[in-house]
């Protein structure tokens, strides 16, 4: 008998072994199958059931994305920060950012730039953001500065100045302990460069961002030009990490709402996979463009003292390393930019918003050699800049240049405007300056080694075409101000008090005929039609009398009695309304019952309402 159970045991266990070999066969084969069904949905063979085309060598891979994407990607209209949380903490890209503010429709990028301008476009937008609860940092690509080379001198100084901006206003709020505003991060390399995304990728998963706040191409970039492409391209990154990226040139904020457009990543594989490809295309295509290399910025000296501010000393070193390029000029533009240095520290903005005469500019420019030569000058002056800030070693010198609850005025490094104006005024006779602007342009011109004298009379321009340019201006500043003027309203003889108050008298009879008083005089005028004359019984109010004429009146005041009993007789609309209105011990002497009522009908609902005043009775005794 043992020995049959051994060999039965025996037999079942050799059933199990062939069992489980079966089985693991079988699941095997399921993977097999579930690879081959991944490997049919990645290759081309499939594509045909999602209309996914090959990339075709024979067109510009930039419109094939473009295509893809817009059959791919959806794009939604949302509030980022009612989609996502507003908890939510999420990236914005400030090479996005800068290039939509340079883009801006009232920013003057013609004379050489407002900076101040651009600068005051995206702090009021992170601004405006941080006031609806939002939390994000902002990040730049060191490896996109091929790219902005391309965009001209004035968007690669616009970019590098508001990146030092940001930090020395960091450097600041750390002087007078205070938390850091915005926190910005320098990324170096690129999000394409493979071995050198290491700060990118642990700036991800450390922050965890929700999404990326950047722009589908440059606002501005050239249309398939390798700013543009690679940007693009930079989205579709974004997409194959699972994130979702929202707008910036889309971006509108109004009230608490934070509306934008979302992109939203596509779903299947084999689209990822081919944004991909396409981006290892583009990449191979503009490879010349981007490992471009920019002539290594020079350690140029800051000048230290004179009294000179962290802005000051960045404009004097960038005026230094304009005249080692021999960028002087025979007609000392870089005094005449002391001046201009000078009056940005004491103008206000209201005076420096010279109108947009742009006829008057051109005609200028085209008739004036001095006008020319002074935005060649500010080109170079801004490439100069530039070098200056990318200078590692001048880091330490600016940030000494700040003060504690001192102004911060890094961004307002070049005014093109206020120089072209000072430019045309300087061709028609020497400055008039104040004594302290001319001591400022003088310490200026000191420390950036500044030759010429300051404010001097230039030569070489068209006196006419100057002395039509500032003519035009005033012109435009004139009528601005008269329709300015004729806008607001003045403060003498009470016409602001009469434009809010409106027509008192008006508004004090609609209030009267909305809520009116039933002890008026001329009661009917007033009363609900359905109701006669209505007479308070018990506790009457005080009365008093006028004469107009030979006739008396005498008219009731209202008390609180009175206007409990009217309100009781309003809401006395039907039968019921005025037995409650009797029970609440508010009785009218004389009403008109809107339907007839025979006796027993209002004994039965008055016996009624007593029992249920009763019952109510009952029930708040018991309940005490």
């Not at 085309?53 to 009612?82: G, H, K």
């Not at 600068?119 to 009021?124: D, G, K, P, Q, T």
Request: negative net charge.
């Amino acid at each position: 008998m043992g020995d049959e159970e051994m060999k039965d045991k025996e037999k079942e266990e050799a059933e199990k072994a062939t069992l489980s070999r079966g089985n693991s066969d079988a699941s095997d084969d399921d993977d097999d199958e579930d690879g081959e069904g991944m490997e049919m949905m990645l290759s081309t063979e499939g594509s045909s059931a999602l209309n996914i085309p090959e990339w075709n060598s024979e067109e510009p891979i930039e419109a094939q994305m473009v295509s893809l994407c817009y059959d791919q990607v959806r794009v939604q209209t949302c509030d980022f920060l009612s989609e996502f949380g507003a908890a939510e903490q999420f990236l914005i890209d400030g090479e996005s950012m800068v290039a939509w503010a340079l883009c801006n429709p009232l920013l003057d990028n013609t004379h050489g730039g407002q900076t101040l301008h651009a600068a005051h476009i995206i702090e009021s937008a992170l601004q405006s953001l941080r006031e609806r609860g939002a939390c994000f940092e902002i990040f730049f690509f060191e490896g996109y500065a091929p790219l902005w080379r391309q965009q001209g001198d004035l968007h690669c100084m616009a970019r590098e100045l508001l990146i030092k901006h940001l930090s020395l206003a960091a450097a600041q709020a750390k002087l007078e302990g205070r938390p850091q505003p915005i926190r910005a991060h320098m990324i170096p390399g690129g999000w394409w460069m493979e071995g050198h995304t290491a700060a990118w990728d642990s700036l991800l998963d450390v922050y965890g961002p929700a999404f990326i706040m950047a722009d589908y191409g440059w606002c501005g970039s050239e249309q398939g030009g390798a700013p543009q492409a690679i940007t693009r391209g930079f989205v579709h990154h974004c997409h194959a990490r699972g994130l979702n990226v929202v707008t910036v040139a889309d971006l509108n904020m109004d009230g608490s709402h934070c509306m934008s457009g979302n992109l939203i990543p596509p779903d299947e594989p084999l689209v990822r996979l081919r944004f991909q490809q396409g981006i290892s295309v583009l990449l191979e295509k503009h490879a010349a463009t981007l490992s471009a290399q920019e002539n290594p910025p020079s350690n140029i000296e800051v000048p230290s003292g004179g009294g000179l501010d962290a802005r000051g000393l960045l404009v004097a070193a960038g005026l230094r390393k304009a005249l080692s390029s021999g960028g002087g000029g025979k007609n000392a533009q870089d005094a005449l930019f002391c001046c201009c240095s000078a009056l940005q520290d004491r103008l206000p903005l209201s005076q420096r918003a010279f109108p947009a005469c742009g006829e008057a500019f051109s005609s200028w420019r085209a008739a004036s050699d001095l006008a020319r030569e002074g935005l060649s000058f500010l080109a170079l002056l801004q490439r100069s800049l530039t070098a200056v800030m990318r200078a590692p070693a001048n880091q330490a010198p600016l940030k000494a240049g700040l003060s504690k609850g001192g102004p911060l005025r890094v961004a307002d490094a070049i005014d093109g405007r206020l120089f072209a104006v000072l430019l045309a005024k300087a061709s028609t006779g020497a400055l008039d300056l104040p004594a302290e602007v001319a001591a400022a342009a003088k310490a200026m011109a000191s420390a950036a080694g500044c030759t010429a004298a300051c404010g001097a009379k230039l030569s070489g321009g068209d006196a006419k075409a100057s002395e039509a340019l500032l003519s035009a201006l005033a012109d435009a500043a004139k009528a601005r101000h008269e329709a300015r003027g004729a806008s607001l309203i003045p403060l003498s003889e009470k016409p602001l008090l009469r434009r809010v108050l409106g027509d008192m008298a008006a508004k004090l009879e609609a209030a009267e005929e909305a809520d009116f008083d039933p002890a008026k005089v001329e009661l009917g005028k007033y009363r609900d039609r359905r109701y006669r004359d209505v007479e308070p019984l018990g506790d009457e109010p005080d009365i008093y009398s006028f004469k107009i004429g030979e006739e008396e009146y005498v008219a009731r005041k209202a008390n609180k009695w009175n206007n409990v009993g009217r309100r009781a007789q309003l809401k006395a609309r039907w039968s019921s309304g005025y037995i409650d209105s009797l029970l609440e011990g508010t009785p009218c002497r004389r009403q008109v019952i809107a339907q007839n009522m025979a006796p027993e009908e209002f004994e039965r609902r008055r016996q009624q309402a007593v029992e249920r005043l009763a019952n109510d009775a009952e029930m708040e005794r018991r309940a005490a």
